[in-house]
């Protein structure tokens, strides 16, 4: 039995019309979260090059691989872990700099010939994100923006699927610290899959030499007031087709009646605080299990924050294990 399919809004950037694709966009961004874009001026040749030069780079050892570090959690080389087990990523933390490209490839050893082509990939796919991202931020009624001081996250990924893994989730279900992800499908993909209205997963209709435009967590925003929906858990029978509209839609929600009392939620905020006031040494005792699930430190791309992480907390050892490594006090543990 053939899988349902569903078709995604389509931006032609030849024949763009600014208020008729302003509401495209918005109604695609909004509700479905994502749209294609053709005709984007990216050759075929330049995407066809990239494809093979992408293989070559992921095909090297995995010892050469590590060797490409993190600026920022999963900037660098994302390997197959635990969570993820069939995913694999290696990344430049901002393509639109020469200097960064040039540092991935001395590090990896990547001959001059794919440098010249990730260049010209990068040089191009970053003009289109700065268009599109543009075009996303007025449709969304956000005025003055200006994105060409943010960064370029270029990753190349990879599924190591088999025959009998196929049918898994590629990578766990997330959302990426950025506006909006831009994404090349792979002829050897035979498609990507979504999720509807209904909570079942539906094929994405497939365009030849077109792009994926996501969104991602800061497009999540408030546009002309939006209310977050409440859902009473003390009521949940009666509140389910609130939650699964909310869910689907706007993608967040409130809980109250949520039996948590305010006393244990008074305490560990208080907790938290004396925990995150730590010198930086001891917080960096708070290693990964994977990425990003330990101690992340402010860095270029969030200067402001700072998390510390138990990777599994539903098991008391882990929370013991935390609190060991840290010197935390029993009263906060």
Same mark, same amino acid.
């Given at each position: 039995m053939a899988m349902e399919e569903i078709s995604v809004p389509v931006i032609d950037l030849e024949k763009y019309e600014a208020e008729k694709e302003k509401l495209i966009i918005r109604v695609a961004v909004v509700g479905l979260g994502c749209f294609r874009v053709i005709n984007h001026g990216i050759?075929?040749?330049? !995407?066809?090059?990239?494809?093979?030069?992408?293989?070559?780079?992921?095909?090297?050892?995995?010892?050469?691989?590590?060797?490409?570090?993190?600026?920022?959690?999963?900037?660098?080389?994302?390997? &197959?872990?635990?969570?993820? &087990?069939?995913?694999?990523s290696l990344g430049i933390y901002d393509a639109k700099s020469t200097a960064g490209i040039h540092a991935l490839c001395s590090c990896l050893g990547i001959s001059s010939h794919d440098?010249?082509?990730?260049?010209? +990939?990068?040089?191009?796919?970053?003009?289109?994100?700065?268009?599109?991202?543009?075009?996303?931020?007025?449709?969304?009624?956000?005025?003055?923006?200006?994105?060409?001081?943010?960064?370029?996250?270029? *990753?190349?990924?990879? +599924?190591?699927?088999?025959?009998?893994?196929?049918?898994?989730?590629?990578?766990?279900?997330?959302?990426? @610290?950025?506006?909006?992800?831009?994404i090349l499908e792979?002829?050897?993909?035979?498609?990507?899959?979504?999720? @509807?209205?209904?909570?079942?997963? %539906?094929? %994405? @209709?497939?365009?030849?030499?077109?792009?994926?435009?996501?969104?991602?967590?800061?497009?999540?925003?408030?546009?002309?007031g939006?209310?977050? *929906? !409440?859902?009473?858990?003390?009521?949940?029978? %009666?509140?389910?087709?609130?939650?699964?509209?909310?869910? %689907?839609?706007?993608?967040?929600f409130r809980v109250i009646n949520?039996?948590?009392?305010?006393?244990?939620?008074?305490d560990m905020k208080a907790s938290a605080r004396n925990i995150l006031e730590l010198p930086s040494e001891v917080k960096h005792c708070n290693i990964n299990i994977i990425p990003g699930s330990g101690y992340i430190h402010p860095n270029l791309f969030s200067p402001l924050f700072q998390s510390l992480g138990i990777y599994d907390a539903n098991s008391t050892a882990n929370i013991h294990a935390f609190c060991s490594c840290l010197g935390i006090s029993s009263h906060d543990m």
């Open positions: 050759t075929k040749t330049i !995407i066809a090059n990239m494809k093979v030069s992408a293989r070559n780079i992921l095909e090297l050892s995995s010892e050469v691989k590590h060797r490409n570090t993190d600026v920022i959690p999963r900037s660098g080389y994302v390997y &197959p872990n635990r969570l993820n &087990p069939f995913f694999e440098i010249e082509i990730l260049s010209t +990939y990068a040089s191009a796919l970053h003009g289109l994100i700065m268009n599109l991202a543009s075009k996303i931020a007025k449709g969304l009624g956000i005025v003055d923006s200006s994105f060409q001081e943010w960064s370029f996250h270029l *990753p190349m990924n990879r +599924y190591n699927f088999t025959k009998e893994t196929i049918v898994h989730y590629g990578a766990n279900v997330h959302t990426d @610290n950025s506006f909006i992800n831009d792979d002829e050897s993909n035979e498609r990507f899959e979504m999720m @509807n209205s209904n909570r079942n997963f %539906v094929a %994405v @209709n497939q365009v030849s030499e077109t792009f994926i435009i996501n969104r991602s967590r800061l497009v999540i925003i408030e546009v002309e939006i209310l977050v *929906p !409440i859902i009473d858990l003390a009521k949940f029978e %009666v509140e389910k087709e609130k939650l699964r509209s909310a869910v %689907v839609g706007l993608g967040c949520h039996r948590i009392h305010d006393a244990i939620i008074a």
